[in-house]
């Protein structure tokens, strides 16, 4: 058994109002992040997308940001963070981000119109984030090559029949257990 899927099945399940919510290491930070986990991560995104062309990995801050890096590690490819604060750098870009539990603003530095991305997050849940970005990236002129969530959580969310995703396990919390709905990702 991987470990992504390993990992998934161990996660522990906690109460927020009436949703159930799993813990897990690349969501959450906690429990411990395994180096074998991401790594076995990170060649699972090299397997699914086309890399020779991207030009900037671009992730939303913060739960993308160790997934990118060692991504950009394995590559070579720059990495992109987008923040929650503004800068006020020349080229700033502000999007909405609204997810199942916020909203607020993120901002986007360093990507000119014509530069080959690629979108990668730790889960998609709503897709409110990922939307937000696409369509932000679009608005500068970007090419998003592929977007990819490591988890996402089943049902219908806010890319389907909009913008193409990739993913690499797809997973519903069930009784107060994760279930494993496609061990091979993607919509």
Do not use: W
């Amino acid at each position: 058994m991987d470990q992504l899927r390993r990992s998934l099945l161990e996660a522990p399940i906690i109460e927020k109002g009436e949703y159930q919510y799993f813990v897990h290491p690349i969501s959450d930070g906690v429990p411990t992040l395994k180096p074998g986990l991401l790594r076995e991560i990170v060649i699972k995104i090299c397997r699914k997308v086309e890399l020779e062309d991207v030009d900037k990995i671009v992730t939303p801050a913060a739960m993308g940001i160790h997934i990118s890096t060692a991504l950009s590690l394995m590559t070579d490819v720059p990495i992109v963070v987008i923040r929650k604060r503004e800068y006020g750098l020349d080229g700033e870009v502000s999007l909405s981000q609204q997810t199942g539990y916020s909203e607020s603003e993120m901002y986007i530095n360093d990507v000119q119109p014509g530069d080959s991305v690629l979108v990668i997050d730790d889960v998609l849940s709503t897709g409110g984030t990922l939307s937000a970005i696409c369509e932000a990236l679009d608005g500068i002129g970007a090419d998003v090559t592929d977007v990819v969530a490591v988890i996402k959580k089943a049902g219908e969310n806010e890319l389907d029949g909009r913008i193409d995703y990739k993913t690499l396990i797809n997973v519903r919390v069930e009784d107060g257990e994760v279930v494993i709905v496609d061990e091979n990702g993607d919509g």
